[in-house]
T-cell receptor, first 114, second 112 residues
Framework: DAGVTQSPTHLIKTRGQQVTLRCSPK?????VSWYQQALGQGPQFIFQ???????QRGNFPDRFSGHQFPNYSSELNVNALLLGDSALYLC?????????????FGSGTQLSVL | DAKTTQPTSMDCAEGRAANLPCNHS???????VYWYRQIHSQGPQYIIH???NNETNEMASLIITEDRKSSTLILPHATLRDTAVYYC?????????????FGTGTRLTVIP
């Protein structure tokens, strides 16, 4: 049973560029959430997708956008990259309606903006 | 969701119990306490959660005070593989919302 998979594992971009990160949820899960983790900090919630729609959003600018596909996989897009966008981007999946509502996280994509 | 307060770091000898405290004095009646941990270079991993009763699973035990304003995560026999950052999170459950507030957590170092 594959867990949450993210690609790529590492990425280097320059300021002003655009980036797309990808996530495949754990088998059977229908909800994907994205988090940003700066060095030395805890993960910060970006947004959550369920039924191909954005359901919740954290305090992130519109440069951060996402998409969920019919197979429940998801993409995170960041436009006009800033140096401060350098971070580990984590994807988490879950299944709506489960009693414990626990999230399963991938190992993340390390994004470096130069 | 309510915020939590945790010590920045703790050490524990291998084989001994690790007791990680968490204060959540503003917790609401419908908020659960969740614990996750993050081992270096990995995503966070769910450990345990509870509402008001003490809970135990194969990984850990969770002790919640009667007033629910604080809790303790107990790893009964810490191993070197338990070295990680531990996050205490409170959240309203059964809403489908996954906007967890992680904070900075407690960095637990298990010493040989």
């Amino acid at each position: 049973d594959a867990g949450v998979t993210q690609s790529p594992t590492h990425l280097i971009k320059t300021r002003g560029q655009q980036v797309t990160l990808r996530c495949s949820p754990k088998s059977g899960h229908d909800t994907v959430s994205w988090y940003q983790q700066a060095l030395g900090q805890g993960p910060q919630f970006i947004f959550q997708y369920y039924e191909e729609e954005e359901r919740q959003r954290g305090n992130f600018p519109d440069r951060f956008s996402g998409h969920q596909f019919p197979n429940y996989s998801s993409e995170l897009n960041v436009n006009a990259l800033l140096l401060g966008d350098s971070a580990l981007y984590l994807c988490a999946s879950s299944l709506v309606g489960t009693e414990d509502e626990k999230l399963f996280f991938g190992s993340g994509t390390q994004l470096s903006v130069l | 969701d309510a915020k939590t307060t945790q010590p920045t770091s703790m050490d524990c000898a291998e084989g001994r119990a690790a007791n990680l405290p968490c204060n959540h004095s503003t917790i609401s009646g419908n908020e659960y306490v969740y614990w996750y941990r993050q081992i270096h270079s990995q995503g966070p991993q769910y450990i345990i959660h509870g509402l008001k009763n003490n809970e135990t699973n194969e990984m850990a035990s969770l002790i919640i005070t009667e007033d629910r304003k604080s809790s303790t995560l107990i790893l009964p026999h810490a191993t070197l593989r338990d070295t990680a950052v531990y996050y205490c999170i409170v959240r309203v459950a059964h809403t489908g919302a996954n906007n967890l507030f992680f904070g900075t957590g407690t960095r637990l170092t298990v010493i040989p």
